[in-house]
């Protein structure tokens, strides 16, 4: 996932968008619209843990709030950024 700069509801919105086609690849869904609750047993049957799974909800939660919920992004979330690539790096070892 590279870093684009883009002002912050477009990094939410890539961010949304790299996650679900992360997770439609490895899990053999379309990724496109993919929610977490569409792939929620799915994780849970590849042993991903409650903490892991916590983060990721997390993540799904604070993109979507970025992108549609009118929430005031005024530049890009660095943190956020980081996080997802953290909970795809440990996503990475369960699937």
């Known amino acids: ?8 509801i477009a ?3 890539a961010l949304l968008e790299a996650v679900r086609d992360y997770l439609g690849d490895k899990l053999g869904n379309n990724g496109s619209a993919l929610t977490l609750h569409d792939v929620r047993e799915q994780l849970e049957s590849r042993g991903i ?3 892991l799974a916590q983060r990721l ?8 709030r970025g ?3 009118g929430m005031d992004v ?3 979330d660095v943190d956020l950024t980081q ?3 953290e909970v795809i ?3 990475d070892h369960v699937l």
């Open 57 to 64: 909800s997390a993540l799904f939660d604070a993109c979507e």
């Open 83 to 85: 996080e997802a690539l």
């Open 11 to 13: 990094v939410c919105s």
């Open 89 to 91: 790096r440990l996503l």
């Open 74 to 76: 005024s530049g890009p």
């Open 1 to 8: 996932l590279a870093r684009q700069n883009l002002p912050g």
């Open 49 to 51: 843990s409650s903490d």
């Open 67 to 69: 992108s549609y919920g």
